[in-house]
């Protein structure tokens, strides 16, 4: 403990003949009751020790499955009061509540100034304030009252529950306040929680010196406390210089000389090009730590090409011995160290260099529970299956990190012309047929512990009650996100897995397992992984520092994920894996296998120098770098493939996005994934549409499906499409988007009344071997989303697209890839929105269309669109010109005269689409969204108009190509049978067919089917 700790009073905890617990301050209560509640008669064993350390303990639980739970209060040697609490709720137990309430005296807090954080630890905000008779509640994971500190969340924010989960501290009408934690488990499959308080003397400035981290994303770069540059001054803005001499103020340098002579190097290039050394022994200190786990890196840059043999000590460990860092090369080497006494102590012997110094705190001795900590003071009776001491069990086992790296002369490492990475193709030889008509049902959240559902008969229960009315046949199985992290659990994890893929498998379900490959928040134990696993961290490129992530580039992070995900498929039988979180993240990565790969692929270096024009924003080292990581996130997946082949030839590889995530280049920029590249491995896509509000984003819903139809025209993937309604009307016009979009929708379970037409087993378009007619395509290209430094890249193309879509003209959406391919058969005219980079297989593509007297057109200009998913409860804000719009859709028209294929009147808001099924049936659809009138300033509800589907006031009418003595049949979910339709010829090869406007109530299909079935146009 650090010295500071030491002058505090101590707390005591008192427990009367009844067993009723307090916490005392100089006599007086702070706590005056604790309260676990586990459910009704829930009987408690009792247990007081005193460890071996002095810490007191007193332990309350219930082993009961039935009332599952503990409390274990622990009055420390530094004067803490340390309270823990888990429950555990069994499947279908009624007894669903695991609570505990701690009462704090009114006396203690009234009339008091407090100082709180808010409780959410993903983001840092502090509260100050008065208890008074109006301090009704407060939400704090961080509080200080009267001298004393109460922190919720003495884990620290990179723990996951404490992203999700808090205390509630509430007034009661005494005026005292109740701390609260946990309440009731929701569901009926059995689920737990947990928590761990800590009370102390202290005040609120002490947060700084207790937790390492203000709060915490999963995505973030691990930041160090210090970064000090030796050398030159030549430093990028993360790097400060530390060839100083050490003053209290400044908390580092020197300790026996003033500064160390620069040996060689460059005076101009960044950190490790230059460097300090001696043959003289030299000290080094870093001061004012925090006793605790940190990670530290040196590096050691002999660009000058000077002799040097030398050792480290750390604190009086060695921390390197007996190294030479060869002429023109950097070694870096990170270690795992444990500070205590607030000062590291380095120590340079031999002939010594050093280029940097940097220090990044993992966790302090103070929120400590799951490196050299444990959840509990005292071992006993657990009830959950993660966070315990013995699945904590096996010594902390602290790794570390030795690299070393070239330094080319700056300014060569991007010279010449790179080579554009390749993009293989990594699909499996034939997909299985059943992903063709996918209907997935996803099985538990993200923060399932896979130990719900205590027997086989409970099992079994949850396939009969949970998922078999949703008419599914393929289950998305979640829980333990990160299953690496969840340290003692892993195997057990895989057993649950192989349980639930068995149970799926023997009702006739297909099973994908969902979980995630590189994120290392403290779910359970992910900051021990982290540590223990170094040398596989994704590493910052402004700093080359390990970060809160795996390296997916990592040759030792790759065997053991495959390793596992071989488990999963070999083993439980899994038919497909949904991996998440497959990138390099904002901050990465330059590792040495990325450096490594990057310069086999693409022939340019990483930059070492961190001062290199390259790094600069939109310089042509940035387009290469970041289209080389959105090639190899990809590729990622392909190895997974091809190392499964021979256990699963046909393996699933799932992915999916959310429109905005399809549109936006912000993903594939800042995290290095883009979604539209992943279908080189993925072999099923699906899209999360994020609105509730169906119906009224249909007209941006209609063009946002049309982009993902791409990835179907490329590479043959069914697109399914997750939609969240709250009643039918809305869920049947999803259903028909889905439909008219060729693609798959997955419903949300609504309640379908009585009468309700039968849309979800109706069947419509036969997707398989269809295309549609469009003669007009639409480029929606994924390098120039990411690269045209246009970010409203895609609003003239969607706009467009919505124009087409109003003037009833099918077209297509292409990607870069069926135009690179010279794919354009089909097409007479092409819209390049405002795509400015071709590639030249992709110039040649256009040149060829245009010679065979395909037309071309640049930005439309002015297109009105509407985008994206509208959120329920903003305003609908969308209001084109009408003027503007029908000025517009008259340049479009005239763009794509000649390509319309057909010509249709129709009501304004009937939306339609024409398909040519396998057996050569053309098909038209029709929708009706007559009702919709989105009016600006109105607030967007989940619900369908009053009148969802409006009578049509005219029929609709069609005109197009088609052989003599055509039949023409209606079906819809909204009537029973066929209607055969009136074909009247028309000019030449043409017919008109006439829809009477009572058959179209929502949606109506129109089959046109020539008497040897076989239609031609
Ligand atoms: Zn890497």
Not at 874 to 896: G, I, L, N, Y
Request: charge should be neutral.
């Amino acid at each position: 403990m650090t010295s500071f700790c030491c002058l505090l009073a101590a707390l005591a905890v008192v427990a009367d003949d009844q067993g009723g617990i307090s916490v005392l301050r100089q006599g007086t209560p702070v706590i005056s009751s604790f309260r676990l509640d586990c459910g009704t008669n829930a009987v408690f064993q009792k247990s007081y020790a005193k460890l071996k350390d002095g810490t007191k303990v007193w332990n309350r639980w219930s082993e009961d499955p039935e009332s599952s739970g503990r409390l274990e209060i622990a009055e420390r040697p530094d004067g803490a009061v340390e309270i823990t609490m888990a429950g555990r709720v069994a499947c279908k137990s009624e007894n669903r509540t695991r609570l505990l309430e701690l009462t704090v005296p009114a006396s203690l807090v009234d009339g008091k100034a407090y100082s709180s954080i808010e409780a959410n630890t993903r983001s840092y905000a502090e509260q100050h304030g008065e208890f008074t008779a109006a301090t009704k509640a407060l939400s704090s994971r961080f509080l200080a009252v009267d001298g004393l500190v109460f922190d919720f969340n003495a884990l620290g924010a990179g723990t996951y529950a404490s992203q999700r989960n808090s205390w509630h501290i509430k007034r009661q009408s005494d005026g005292s306040f109740v701390l609260a934690y946990g309440g009731e488990i929701p569901g009926w499959i059995g689920g737990g929680n947990g928590a761990k308080l800590v009370v102390r003397e202290g005040r609120f400035e002490d947060f700084g010196r207790l937790h390492s981290l203000k709060d915490f994303r999963y995505a973030n770069e691990f930041l160090a406390k210090f970064n000090l540059g030796f050398g030159s001054s030549a430093r990028g803005r993360k790097w400060r210089n530390g060839n100083l001499p050490y003053n209290r103020k400044r908390s580092y340098g020197w300790t026996d000389v003033r500064g160390c002579e620069p040996v060689g190097g460059s005076a101009e290039a960044g950190v490790l090009y230059s460097a300090v050394g001696g043959s003289k022994p030299a000290t080094y200190r870093i001061g004012g730590l925090p006793d605790g786990w940190y990670i530290l890196t040196l590096a050691a840059g002999n660009y000058g090409g000077v002799a040097n043999r030398f050792e480290v000590w750390a604190n009086g460990s060695p921390f390197l011995s007996s190294q030479t860092v060869p002429a023109g090369k950097a070694k870096t080497v990170s270690r795992v160290v444990h500070s205590r006494g607030g000062e590291f102590e380095l120590v340079f012997s031999g002939q010594w260099l050093l280029s940097s110094i940097s220090l990044q705190a993992v966790l302090y001795d103070y929120e400590d529970f799951s490196l050299s900590g444990k959840p509990w003071r005292s071992d006993g009776y657990e009830p959950r299956s993660i966070n315990r001491n013995d699945s904590l069990a096996k010594p902390f086992a602290p790794g570390s990190f030795v690299d070393v790296v070239d330094l080319p002369a700056p300014g060569t490492e991007c010279a010449g012309t790179p080579r554009e990475t390749p993009t293989p193709v990594m699909l499996p030889e034939k997909s299985p047929d059943w992903i063709r008509n996918v209907r997935i049902f996803k099985a538990f959240t993200n923060s399932a512990l896979l130990d719900e559902l205590d027997t086989d008969a409970d099992l079994a229960e949850y396939f009969e009650r949970d998922v078999k009315p949703h008419n599914a046949n393929t289950i998305l199985l979640s829980g333990m996100l990160s299953r690496h992290t969840f340290v003692g659990n892993i195997d057990r994890g895989v057993e649950q897995v192989k349980r639930f893929s068995d149970e799926a498998h023997r009702r006739g379900y297909r099973l994908i397992d969902h979980f995630d490959v590189t994120l290392l928040w403290n779910a359970c134990a992910g900051f021990r992984v982290m540590c223990e696993r170094l040398d596989e961290l994704n590493r910052s490129v402004h700093t080359g520092l390990p970060s809160y992530q795996f390296c997916i580039m990592n040759p030792k992070f790759r065997e053991t994920f495959f390793n596992y995900c071989e488990r999963i498929v070999a083993y439980c039988g899994a038919d497909g894996l949904q991996l998440d979180e497959v990138e390099f993240w904002p901050h990465g990565c330059c590792c040495r296998y990325c450096r490594e790969a990057f310069f086999r692929d693409t022939g340019w270096h990483i930059p070492q120098n961190e001062l290199d024009p390259a790094w600069g924003r939109g310089s042509e080292f940035q387009r290469v770098f970041k289209t080389w990581r959105i090639r190899k996130a990809t590729d990622f997946l392909g190895a997974v493939r091809e190392r499964l082949r021979k256990v699963r030839p046909d393996l699933v590889l799932s992915a999916y996005t959310t429109p905005y995530g399809m549109t936006s280049p912000l993903m594939p920029l800042s995290h290095g994934r883009d979604i539209l590249d992943v279908p080189r491995s993925a072999n099923l896509f699906g899209i999360e549409v994020m609105t509730r509000s169906v119906m009224k984003s249909a007209r941006s819903l209609f063009s946002c499906q049309g982009i993902s139809s791409l990835i179907t025209r490329t590479y043959g993937t069914p697109v399914w499409n997750w939609y969240y309604n709250s009643d039918w009307q809305n869920d049947y016009v999803s259903w028909a988007i889905a439909s008219m979009t060729g693609q798959l929708a997955l419903l949300s379970n609504v309640e379908r009344p009585e009468g309700t037409p039968p849309y979800p087993g109706f069947s419509a378009l036969k997707r398989e071997g269809a295309d549609t007619l469009a003669e007009v395509a639409l480029l929606f290209s994924a390098e120039n989303r990411n690269f045209s430094g246009n970010i409203r890249y895609a609003d003239d193309i969607l706009g467009t697209a919505q124009a087409l879509d109003a003037l009833h003209i099918p077209y297509d959406f292409i990607g870069d890839e069926i135009l690179a391919q010279n794919q354009l058969g089909k097409y007479k005219v092409l819209m390049l929105g405002s795509a400015k980079v071709f590639t030249d297989r992709q110039k040649a593509a256009l040149g060829a269309f245009a010679d065979r007297g395909g037309k071309v057109y640049q930005e439309m200009g002015g297109a009105p669109f509407s985008m994206g998913s509208l959120k329920v409860g903003t305003k609908f804000s969308f209001s084109p010109d009408p003027d503007a719009e029908m000025a517009f859709r008259e340049k479009v028209r005239s763009a794509c005269q000649g390509a319309t294929v057909w010509s249709v009147r129709a009501p304004k808001g009937v939306r339609s689409a024409l398909w040519r099924e396998a057996d050569g049936a053309l098909v038209a659809q029709f929708l009706n969204l007559t009702g919709v009138d989105n009016k600006p300033g109105e607030t967007v509800t989940p619900h369908a108009p009053k009148v969802a589907f409006p009578k049509l006031a005219e029929d609709v009418e069609i005109v197009l190509a088609a052989p003599r003595g055509v039949k023409a049949v209606a079906t819809s979910p909204d009537f029973t049978g066929q209607r055969e339709l009136e074909v009247a010829g028309e000019a030449a090869d043409k017919v008109k067919v006439v829809i009477p406007r009572e058959l179209l109530s929502a949606y109506v299909l129109v089959r046109l089917v020539a008497p040897h079935n076989e239609i031609t146009r």
